[in-house]
């Protein structure tokens, strides 16, 4: 998928939302199991990295809940991607996808990209997917984990903070 087509699926997208209604969500139930809904709320951070001499990118999103525990991560590579626009649009969608295919009903989109504005934050407060995204990048591989982030993120942390604890 090229730059172009992203921006023209990001566009198509933006109208699409522009033209529904706000309705509350609604649970259907099945009469034979009856459950009370559940107020499903996360906060996906994401951050990307660029490769602009081969036209190349990763990108890292790590789903948090309450109290910072971690649901999963996600790394992802992308080729052919012509700038870092692109890829910032590319992995904005990439959350909003993963939020709703992990079904939440309220949910936070942090990153530290200024040109597509869903939320800043500041990258050492985003570390771990910065962090998810770069070694992406690096190996060339994208991959998916649940209920954690892969070991050498976690070692990449503890070595930061023991450098710069606080």
């Not at 012509?82 to 992990?102: D, R, W, Y």
């Not at 934050?121 to 998916?144: D, F, M, P, Q, T």
Request: with cysteine; glycine share 8%.
């Amino acid at each position: 998928m090229t730059g172009r087509d992203i921006s023209k699926r990001l566009q198509s997208y933006m109208a699409e939302l522009d033209g529904l209604e706000e309705r509350p969500l609604t649970l259907s139930v099945d009469r034979g199991q009856i459950q009370p809904e559940r107020n499903k709320r996360g906060t996906i951070y994401f951050d990307a990295t660029f490769d602009r001499r081969l036209s190349r990118s990763a990108s890292g999103l790590v789903v948090r809940v309450l109290m910072g525990e971690i649901l999963a991560s996600k790394a992802v590579m992308h080729s052919a991607i012509s700038s870092p626009f692109a890829v910032e649009a590319h992995v904005g969608l990439q959350a909003i996808q993963l939020g709703i295919s992990m079904e939440f009903n309220s949910l936070a989109i942090v990153g530290d990209s200024r040109t597509i504005d869903f939320h800043f934050v500041h990258r050492s407060k985003n570390e771990c997917s910065h962090i998810l995204a770069h070694e992406a990048l690096k190996r060339g591989e994208g991959k998916y984990f649940m209920g954690a982030v892969p070991d050498y993120v976690s070692r990449e942390l503890e070595k930061r903070w023991t450098r710069h604890p606080g």
